[in-house]
């Protein structure tokens, strides 16, 4: 309790999430053991590395609590790939030690930089979804620490409830101490890829049922720009050869500080060059391979890459629509390419029918799109709205890790279990996503 009362920080200023759209006034005191209990009081949160966009890792006007310095390894079973590590251990740590082991994460989001707590709250996907389901398939048991002295060991027999409600649960049940998950076989750590361009929607939806059958990993890159809507088509499998080489030590560069303090790099002219080089780079077919750290987590070699927007930072946009009503992402491409608002390359890629044990995973069946859109204020506010009314009629859903706009009705049509979850949330605990979406 002392330890705490001294941790607790004055109050302070900050961008709070990766969208930097945010400028909370909350409190903030670090995690030091992962055997602490928080302070009593109410309007807490425990954050990892604010990877998310939005507002879920946010508390304006209470208290948050950095556990990014939990980052120690527990247990490693070299033999069975369990791995057992603290709330704060990035996916990007945790992958650099296993690999070299003939290990890896066996669903892993577009930046290594989140941490294992992190990546479980927001039952995070990867590009494998159609063949591996989220990121809480994986988790095998972790450590949920709550408000009235409670240590709960959670896994698919023991405190089920919790297990459920706190995979996907936006870090509302309670303060994860340390997490256990299964990692995966691999082989050879280089990936073999191929690039496929394609020039519209249609057929991106073709390649993805084409490349699923043959592809552990798929994505694609669309041009929000262009009517048409082309774009380059990502495929890979892990190579047959080449060994364990460690791929993780790439060096990282850094986005001047001036450009976050005002000169927004994205305007409509710069996505334009930047969108056509792009594709034009891309075109025809191309077989290549490459390292998992630049497969997987192509914008982690620009750190800070977030500030390209400037001070009133951006949005991003994440929405699945089940495969019926895929077609509404057409209306939507044409809806962004009119708006001129859309940023860098946008990613399209399907999600298959495995399914997550939680409660609340935004994962299911169907067509995701997510893109940046720089913060313009009532103008772009009004395209995502616009975005989102499409999205619900379409029977969706909306991303909490991304969003930091949509209304309740939203949230509580993209979640039917939510009843269900409510009854697990801590009584102490909350965030500036949970008031939003259930005001
Ligand atoms: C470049 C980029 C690419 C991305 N790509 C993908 C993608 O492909 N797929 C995808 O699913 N997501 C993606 N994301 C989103 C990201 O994976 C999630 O937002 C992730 O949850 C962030 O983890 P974090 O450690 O930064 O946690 P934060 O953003 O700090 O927090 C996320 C949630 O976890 C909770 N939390 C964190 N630690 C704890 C703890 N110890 N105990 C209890 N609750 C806790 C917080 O309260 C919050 O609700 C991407 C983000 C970026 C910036």
Redesign the pocket.
């Given at each position: 309790m002392e330890r705490f009362a001294r941790l607790v920080a004055a109050y302070f200023i900050m961008n709070d999430?990766?969208g930097n759209l945010s400028k909370a006034t909350q409190a903030q005191s670090n995690?030091v053991w992962r055997s602490d209990s928080l302070p009593a009081m109410q309007n807490k949160?425990?954050?990892?590395?604010?990877?998310?966009?939005g507002d879920?890792?946010v508390?304006d006007g209470g208290t948050?609590?950095?556990?990014?310095g939990?980052n120690k390894f527990i247990s490693f079973d070299k033999a069975t790939g369990v791995v057992r590590c603290e709330?704060?251990v990035?996916l990007w740590q945790l992958a650099k030690i296993a690999v070299p082991h003939g290990w890896f994460l066996p669903v892993?989001?577009?930046?290594g930089?989140?941490?294992?707590?992190?990546?479980?709250?927001?039952?995070?996907?990867?590009?494998n979804h159609h063949v591996a389901g989220?990121?809480g398939c994986y988790v095998k048991r972790f450590e949920?620490r709550r408000s009235n002295g409670e240590v709960l060991i959670c896994s698919e027999t023991e405190h089920t409830d919790f297990f459920a409600a706190?995979i996907g649960?936006?870090?509302?049940?309670?303060?994860?101490?340390w997490v256990e998950i299964a990692l995966k076989p691999l082989h050879h750590s280089l990936m073999a890829v191929e690039s496929v361009s394609y020039s519209s929607y249609k057929e991106f939806l073709t390649l993805s049922a084409e490349s699923e059958k043959t592809h552990e990993y798929c994505v694609s890159w669309i041009d929000c720009l262009s009517d048409a809507g082309q774009g380059v088509f990502f495929r890979a499998n892990h190579a047959q050869e080449g060994g364990l080489g460690n791929n993780f030590n790439t060096s990282k560069r850094r986005v001047p500080a001036f450009v976050g303090a005002g000169f927004p790099l994205v305007n409509r002219l710069s996505v334009k060059l930047f969108n056509a080089a792009y594709i034009r780079a891309h075109s025809g077919d191309k077989q290549y391979t490459e390292t998992i750290a630049k497969f997987f987590?192509p914008?982690?070699s620009v750190l800070n890459?977030?500030r390209i927007y400037g001070r009133k930072g951006f949005y991003?946009f994440?929405c699945v629509v089940p495969f019926e009503s895929a077609e509404v992402l057409s209306e939507m491409l044409a809806r962004i390419a009119a708006s001129n608002q859309g940023s860098f390359l946008s990613?399209l890629k399907t999600m298959g029918s495995i399914k997550s044990p939680a409660l609340l995973s935004?994962?299911r069946p169907g067509v995701t799109l997510?893109l940046d859109f720089p913060n313009r204020g009532d103008k772009t506010k009004q395209l995502i709205a616009t975005l989102e009314k499409i999205t619900v009629a379409a029977g969706g859903a909306i991303?909490?890790?991304?969003d930091a706009m949509m209304s309740s009705e939203t949230f509580e049509k993209s979640f039917p279990k939510l009843t269900e979850f409510v009854k697990f949330i801590d009584p102490e605990?909350s965030?500036s996503?949970w008031r939003r979406v259930r005001a």
């Open positions: 999430s990766w995690l949160l425990v954050v990892g590395n604010r990877r998310s966009y879920v890792c508390n948050i609590f950095d556990a990014t939990l709330a704060g990035t892993t989001p577009g930046t930089f989140v941490t294992i707590a992190g990546a479980v709250a927001n039952d995070v996907h990867g590009k989220s990121f949920l706190t649960g936006l870090g509302l049940t309670g303060f994860i101490a987590y914008l982690d890459w977030n991003q994440q990613v935004f994962c997510a991303y909490p890790a991304k605990f965030s996503f």
